[in-house]
């Protein structure tokens, strides 16, 4: 099974962080120490807030993937849309065509309609099927649209 793309950023930052925070922070601390008296040292003091951003940083990152992981894909509907899902939408009253992917938050860009399913129009999207109208308030105003084509995450998961 493939990985959630978010994973592969995810790990990305997890291996930045773990690197400045184990071999240049250490000497930074190193060539601040060598100054002489720490207690008026602002290199020794932002090089220790660093280290303290950057363990609660790692902390963080680990605890992300380690949620990203836990994602049970059978939980994640296969004939409606839910977590990686992508809905083609057409606007009811216009014919205006969007299409949105539903997306862990560290992936979202609204531009290229890669969006939260916590955010508002995410909500408004999960559970929904071709055909289904949905209602969105867009900061334009209230939309109605119908649910062109729903591509979950397994259909691209057996893609490819």
Do not use: C
């Not at 002489?36 to 020794?44: I, K, P, R, T």
């Not at 055909?131 to 057996?158: A, C, N």
């Amino acid at each position: 099974m493939k990985k959630f793309p978010v994973l592969e950023k995810l790990e990305k930052d997890l291996e930045e962080a773990r690197k400045e925070l184990n071999s240049d922070i250490p000497k930074a601390l190193k060539i601040a120490m060598d100054h002489g008296d720490l207690s008026e040292n602002a290199e020794f003091k932002a090089a220790k807030d660093r280290q303290s951003f950057l363990e609660s940083r790692v902390s963080q990152l680990q605890k992300r993937i380690s949620d990203v992981l836990s994602v049970d894909m059978k939980r994640i509907p296969t004939d409606r849309s839910g977590l990686g899902s992508i809905l083609h939408l057409e606007d009811i009253d216009t014919g205006e065509k969007k299409i949105y992917h539903l997306v862990f938050p560290e992936e979202v860009d609204p531009d290229a309609g890669k969006i939260s399913g916590a955010s508002p129009v995410g909500r408004s999207l999960i559970g929904k099927q071709e055909g289904d109208e949905v209602m969105m308030s867009l900061p334009s105003g209230k939309r109605e649209y119908e649910v062109q084509k729903v591509i979950t995450i397994h259909d691209m998961q057996s893609d490819g």
